[in-house]
C-alpha cells in the first residue's frame, strides 16, 4: 500500500550537519481524552539549542539558547563537579564517571576521531555547534533534553531551564548522546569510529548496540562486549527494531551503511547474531544512510521504517505486502542532505507527520492530515493548506519586520567600528608608525560538509561536498597521482591545469556548477605507493562577495585497500608471500605503522595484546593480512608491491621514531600467476572493449538494412547493439585504465625483480608492449627466473 503524505515547509534555521539533532517531545500526561501535540527541539551548527512549537499553523518558539554550552551554567564543568536536579522523580540517577578511553553518561556516550578513517564525514562547524540531542527522563515521559556540543554535555527542562552540566576531559570529540535511565554507572571501552547506538532491552538485563566504522556491530553488556557481528560495509546508522516487545526471543536490529543499503540483523539473548534481508541502494547517488527511525505510519499494527540518505531521499518501508521483506511505501526527497528525522504529531494533534531536518537547517514534514480538502469550519472555503500558507505569511512578515530592525542596528554599529579602524589606520600611516592591520574586512563564512569515501564496486574514491548555500566552484589540488573519473550524478563541467612548476603539486582542476545546486559529487581513483593529501576549496555565492572553505583529505600508501571482515573460501587457498619485521617497538608503535599505511585503522589500540587485520584491494582483488605483537610484525599478501609499499611505509615511520627494524621477504612465486590472473578478466576485456567499438557502425547499418529484425544475429551482436551508448562511454575511459593497469604490473615487475637483485628497467617499454597487445603467456614468462634482466 503507497502512503498519500503531503509535504509541508516548517521552518528554515540555521545549518544543521550533525546527525540526530533534532527530537520531538511527546505530549505531558492529561487527562483530556483528545490527543496532544508534540514539540521539536532542535540544535544547530552555532551552538544554538531552541524548543518550537506549532500553533494554528504557526511555528512558534517556546526557548532559545545559544550561549549555555559556551558557559558552566549548571555546573563547574568537571566530571566531579556534575549536577543533576529535579530530574522529575527520585528513582533514578545518572553516572558521570569518566575516564582516559572510557565516558559514560546514563547508558553511554560516543567518541570519534576525524582522522582515524577515510570514510568519516569531515564538517567545517566552528567549535560549540550542536553534535547530538537526546530526551530523557522517568519511563513514562521523556521531558527532559540533552545535547552535546562535543566537549560539554548539558540537560535542560522543557521550560528551558538549566539542571545537568558535564565537561569531558577527553581529548576526542563526543558526537553522540544516548539517555537511559539506571542506578549505576556503566562503563565501556570505546571502539572504532562509533557512529550510532541503541538500546536493546530484555527481562534479564541492558544491552546496548554500537554500530561501528570497522564494519561490525558490537553488543555490550555489562561494560563488556559479548558480541562482534561482522557486516560487509561500514555501519553508519542503527536501531533496534523491536525494542519495545516484551516476549523473550531474538531482537531485530536494522541498520544503515555506508554504501546505501538497508539491512537487518536477528540478535539473540547471548548476543548471537543472523544476517536476515537487505535492500541495496537503488541507485551509485544515494550515498550512505544517514538516519533511520520507527513508526507505524501505514496504520496496519506493525512498525515501518523511515530512512534518511545522503542524497537528500526519504522513503518509508512498509512490511504489509511482504512480512520478510519491506517494501517502498513513500519516497520523497529534500533536496539536501537528510540530518534528522522523526514520527509524531507536531502540527495537528489528529494527524501523524514524519519530521525531517536538512543540511542547511530546513524543517519541513510530510503528513497524512489532508491538507488539500475545504475546512468545514472555514466560512470562505479555504482548504487547510492555503489556511496554514496564510498563517505561515503573517508569520513571516512579523518576522521579516523584526530582521530588518536587527540589521539596522547592525549596520549602525558596523558603520561606527569602521570608523573607528579607519581612523586608528590613518593615524597610524601619518605617524610613520608599522599599522599593518589595516581596515578590518568581514567576510562571510559558512559551513561545509566533505565525505571522502571509497566506493568498493568501483574501485574509486568519492568526495561528497555541500555547503548550505549555492556552490560556486570547488578546486582539487592533490601531492599524489588521482585520476579523474566521470560521475553519473555530477553536473559540473570539469578543467585541468598544469600544477606549477615550483609546487610538489600532480593535479589541479576545478569543478564549476552549471545548473547551480548545494551539492556536488566527485570521483578519483588514487595510485598505491603514494601518499598525501588533497586540498578541496570550496566557494559558495555568498553576498556579498565570494569566500571559501578549505578541506584537506588525506590518502594512504594503501588507499585502495578496504577492511575485509573474512576471507572468502577461494582466498584462504592463495599462497601468501610473507614480509617480517622484527625490532624493538611496541604494540602501539606497531599499531601506528598500521594507520600510516592502511586506512579503516582506528586511532588507538585497546590493549597491548597481538592484533590482527585483514585487507582486500578493491580494485585488483588482492588480499593483505597483518599481524603485530610486540618485537614482531608479520605481513602477508598474493601481491608483492603490496608488501613493498609497506616495507617502504615501516622504514619511514621507524626512521622518524629512531626504531631500528630488521626485515625478511619470502616470496612465493605461485603468487606471481595467481596476482596476474586477478587482473585477466579486465585486461581481455579492455581488449573486447576496442573490437566491439569498431563493429558497431557496422551492426547498426545492417540492422537498418534490416528494418530492425535481430533474429538472425549472434547473442553477442545483439548484446553490442542493444549496449552500444554504454560500450562506447566505457571505451572513452580505455586509454586511461589501460595505464593505470600497467602501472600495476611494472609496479610489480620491478619489485620481482628488485628482490632478486636484479635491475630491470630498461625492459620496461618491452613490458609495456606486452601489455598493449596482452597475452596472458608472454606476459607472465618476463615474471619467470629464467628471465635475463
Known amino acids: 500500500m503507497e502512503l498519500d503524505l503531503v509535504q509541508q515547509s516548517l521552518l528554515a534555521t540555521r545549518p544543521c550537519t550533525s546527525m540526530g539533532t533534532m527530537q520531538l517531545i511527546p505530549p505531558s500526561s492529561s487527562k483530556s481524552s483528545k490527543p496532544a501535540k508534540h514539540k521539536m527541539i532542535l540544535g544547530e551548527n552555532s551552538g544554538c539549542i531552541s524548543l518550537y512549537e506549532i500553533k494554528k499553523a504557526e511555528v512558534q518558539t517556546v526557548f532559545t539558547n545559544e550561549t549555555l554550552l559556551n558557559s558552566n551554567a549548571g555546573g563547574t564543568g568537571g566530571p566531579k563537579d556534575a549536577t543533576l536536579n529535579d530530574m522529575g522523580g527520585g528513582d533514578e540517577t545518572i553516572s558521570t564517571t569518566l575516564g582516559a578511553g572510557r565516558k559514560t553518561l546514563g547508558s553511554m556516550f560516543s567518541s570519534q576521531n576525524s ?332 559551513d561545509a560538509k566533505t565525505i571522502f569515501a571509497l566506493d568498493e564496486e568501483e574501485a574509486a574514491y568519492k568526495i561528497s561536498v555541500e555547503i548550505p548555500l549555492e556552490m560556486n566552484l570547488v578546486l582539487l589540488a592533490s601531492s599524489v597521482s588521482v585520476d579523474l573519473l566521470d560521475s553519473d550524478t555530477s553536473t559540473a563541467t570539469v578543467s585541468r591545469s598544469p600544477p606549477p612548476p615550483d609546487s610538489d603539486l600532480k593535479l589541479c582542476a576545478c569543478y564549476r556548477m552549471v545548473e547551480g545546486g548545494s551539492r556536488l559529487q566527485m570521483k578519483i581513483r588514487t595510485t598505491e605507493g603514494e601518499y598525501g593529501e588533497i586540498t578541496a576549496t570550496i566557494v559558495g555565492n555568498s553576498v556579498p562577495t565570494k569566500s571559501a572553505v578549505v578541506v584537506k583529505l588525506p590518502v594512504k600508501p594503501l588507499s585502495l585497500h578496504c577492511r575485509a571482515v573474512a576471507f572468502r573460501e577461494d582466498e584462504l587457498e592463495r599462497e601468501l608471500n610473507v614480509l617480517t619485521l622484527r625490532g624493538s617497538f611496541s604494540v602501539n608503535v606497531a599499531h601506528e605503522w598500521m594507520r600510516a599505511g592502511v586506512p579503516e585503522i582506528p586511532p588507538y589500540v585497546e590493549s597491548d595484546e597481538a592484533k590482527a587485520w585483514t585487507f582486500r584491494n578493491v580494485f585488483t582483488g588482492s588480499i593483505l593480512k597483518v599481524t603485530y605483537e610486540k618485537d614482531l610484525m608479520r605481513v602477508e599478501s598474493d601481491n608483492l608491491s603490496t608488501l613493498a609499499i609497506f616495507k617502504e611505509c615501516v622504514s619511514r615511520e621507524s626512521m622518524r621514531r629512531r626504531v631500528h627494524v630488521s626485515d625478511s621477504v619470502e616470496v612465493k612465486e605461485s603468487t606471481i600467476p595467481g596476482f596476474l590472473g586477478l587482473l585477466h578478466n579486465r585486461l581481455q576485456h579492455l581488449l573486447a572493449l576496442s573490437r566491439q567499438v569498431d563493429i558497431i557502425e557496422s551492426l547498426k547499418e545492417i540492422n537498418n538494412a534490416e528494418a530492425g529484425d535481430t533474429t538472425w544475429m549472434s547473442q553477442e551482436y545483439v548484446e553490442i547493439l542493444k549496449n552500444a551508448d554504454a560500450i562506447k562511454a566505457e571505451h572513452k575511459q580505455r586509454p586511461m585504465l589501460m595505464n593505470y593497469l600497467a602501472g600495476i604490473i611494472t609496479d610489480l615487475f620491478v619489485d620481482r625483480h628488485k628482490l632478486r637483485g636484479v635491475d630491470v628497467r630498461h625492459r620496461i617499454p618491452e613490458l609495456q608492449g606486452l601489455i598493449n597487445n596482452y597475452d596472458g603467456d608472454a606476459l607472465l614468462s618476463v615474471f619467470s627466473n629464467t628471465f635475463d634482466g
Open 115 to 446: 582522522d582515524s578513517n577515510l570514510f568519516n564525514p569531515s564538517s567545517t562547524i566552528a567549535n560549540g555547534g550542536i553534535k547530538s540531542i537526546a530526551l530523557g527522563g522517568n519511563s513514562n515521559k521523556k521531558d527532559k533534553i540533552f545535547a552535546t556540543n562535543g566537549s560539554k554535555i548539558i540537560g535542560l527542562s522543557k521550560k528551558g531551564k538549566p539542571f545537568f552540566s558535564l565537561t569531558s576531559n577527553s581529548s576526542e570529540s563526543t558526537e553522540q548522546i544516548l539517555f537511559y535511565q539506571v542506578a549505576e554507572g556503566v562503563n565501556w571501552l570505546e571502539y572504532e569510529n562509533l557512529v550510532n547506538e541503541d538500546n536493546l532491552d530484555s527481562e534479564a538485563h541492558l544491552d546496548t548496540l554500537l554500530g561501528c566504522h570497522d564494519r561490525s556491530i558490537r553488543v555490550i553488556r555489562n561494560g563488556e562486549c559479548i558480541s562482534n557481528l561482522g557486516v560487509d560495509v561500514n555501519v553508519t546508522s542503527l536501531g533496534c527494531y523491536d525494542k519495545n516487545k516484551i516476549q523473550p526471543g531474538p531482537k531485530k536490529i536494522v541498520f544503515g551503511t555506508s554504501s546505501g543499503t538497508v539491512a537487518m540483523l536477528r540478535v539473540d539473548q547471548d548476543g548471537a547474531g543472523a544476517h536476515g534481508w537487505a535492500i541495496p541502494a537503488k541507485s551509485k547517488s544515494r550515498g550512505m544512510v544517514n538516519v533511520l527511525t520507527f513508526s507505524d505510519i501505514s496504520k496496519d499494527g506493525v512498525d515501518d521504517i523511515v530512512v534518511g540518505w545522503e542524497d537528500g531521499n526519504i522513503e518509508v518501508l512498509g512490511f504489509d505486502v511482504n512480512p520478510d521483506l519491506p517494501q517502498t511505501q513513500f519516497s520523497a526527497n529534500l533536496g539536501e542532505s537528510v540530518s534528522s528525522l522523526a514520527v509524531g504529531r507536531l502540527s495537528n494533534a489528529e494527524f501523524e507527520e514524519i519530521v525531517c531536518v536538512g543540511f542547511s537547517g530546513k524543517v519541513v514534514s510530510f503528513t497524512n492530515e489532508p491538507l488539500n480538502t475545504k475546512d468545514a469550519s472555514d466560512v470562505h472555503g479555504r482548504t487547510h493548506a492555503k489556511i496554514n500558507n496564510e498563517n505561515k505569511i503573517r508569520s513571516m512578515q512579523k518576522e521579516l519586520e523584526e530582521l530588518e530592525s536587527k540589521i539596522s542596528q547592525k549596520r549602525t554599529q558596523l558603520a561606527a567600528k569602521e570608523r573607528a579602524v579607519q581612523l586608528d589606520y590613518s593615524e597610524g600611516s601619518s605617524s610613520g608608525g608599522n599599522n599593518d592591520g589595516g581596515p578590518s574586512v568581514m567576510l562571510p563564512t559558512f
